[in-house]
């Protein structure tokens, strides 16, 4: 159960922001660009995919959306109990993934109900979804960052052969 000095473990984060930043609310990223790029067909496409994932992000929000954050909260607030008050590793390695990831959640549930509300299309939406991914991939970094700080810290106290 030694995470941080696991190779998996660090090949499953950079795995777990790489896809979360290519996939924005859904959507694969590179629509975006081919919709900038050649407009037209691509544009309507990005629209149609990002309109379905918007719409089916806020159909779960509006009807289990109290559940899920109770839920979460509770799941999130045993992995850091366990973790930082039991010194459990692989709670602590769970919940320095998931706790970011439960912020880029929320925050795709605000950009769609921006969206929605707002009815972007065309250049708007597109500068809106761009601006989602900068988000989401600062988040991952600095997400990252404090993972592999606190790992190195773990393995140091921890030593070679887990003593």
């Known amino acids: 159960m030694r995470s941080f000095s696991n190779l998996w473990y660090w090949l499953g984060l950079a795995a777990v922001w790489s896809t979360r930043s290519h996939w924005v609310l859904g959507v694969p990223f590179d629509m975006v660009a081919r919709a900038q790029r050649y407009g037209g ?6 629209e149609d995919m990002v309109r379905i994932n918007v719409n089916r992000l806020l159909f779960i929000a509006d009807v ?4 899920l954050i109770a839920i ?6 045993v992995l850091a109990v366990l973790g930082f008050w039991y010194t459990v590793e692989f709670a602590q390695a769970l919940f ?3 706790f970011p990831l ?13 969206i929605a509300a707002q009815g972007m299309h065309g250049e708007t939406l597109r500068r809106r979804i761009v601006a989602h991914r900068r988000v989401t991939q600062v988040i ?22 887990g003593i």
């Open 102 to 114: 439960s912020i880029v959640g929320l925050l795709s549930i605000f950009t769609a109900r921006a």
């Open 64 to 67: 289990s959306g109290l559940w």
């Open 96 to 98: 320095l993934i998931l």
């Open 72 to 77: 979460g909260c509770m799941a999130l607030s």
């Open 140 to 161: 991952g970094m600095i997400s990252i960052f404090v993972t592999a700080m606190w790992g190195m810290y773990v393995n140091l106290d921890v030593g070679p052969y």
């Open 41 to 46: 067909q691509s544009e309507t496409d990005l």
